[in-house]
């Protein structure tokens, strides 16, 4: 190819670009997108949430189970006294 043949190839490329125009949007196209991308992001963090939430009851009710478990060991009369000491519910004291 000759240097005027690429020069002109050159300028009619940039001439074509000179002519191009921005493509348009459907009405209400943005709007409609805004909606998909906030019903997306809700919808996760949601679901995040409740992943959360059910792994927090799960874990609160082993550590309840456990719990009961060893309170049912001990006698009603030193758990009753284990928790007078605690709070200082002596009758001494009063």
């Known amino acids: 190819m000759k240097?005027?043949?690429?020069?002109?190839?050159?300028?009619?490329?940039?001439?074509?670009?000179?002519?191009?125009?921005?493509?348009?949007?459907?009405?209400?196209?943005?709007?409609?997108l805004a909606k998909k991308m906030l019903f997306k992001k809700e919808e996760v963090v949601w679901t995040r949430r409740a992943?959360?939430?059910?792994?927090?009851?799960?874990?609160?009710?082993?550590?309840?189970?456990?719990?009961?478990?060893?309170?049912?060991?001990?006698s009603r009369d030193e758990m009753l006294r284990s928790v007078a000491e605690e709070w200082n519910l002596n009758v001494d004291a009063y």
Do not use: C, H, R
């Open 51 to 74: 992943k959360y939430a059910i792994a927090a009851m799960i874990i609160f009710a082993i550590v309840n189970t456990a719990l009961l478990i060893t309170s049912q060991s001990s």
């Open 3 to 32: 240097k005027s043949d690429l020069e002109n190839e050159i300028d009619l490329t940039l001439l074509s670009i000179d002519q191009l125009e921005k493509a348009k949007a459907p009405d209400g196209f943005m709007e409609l």
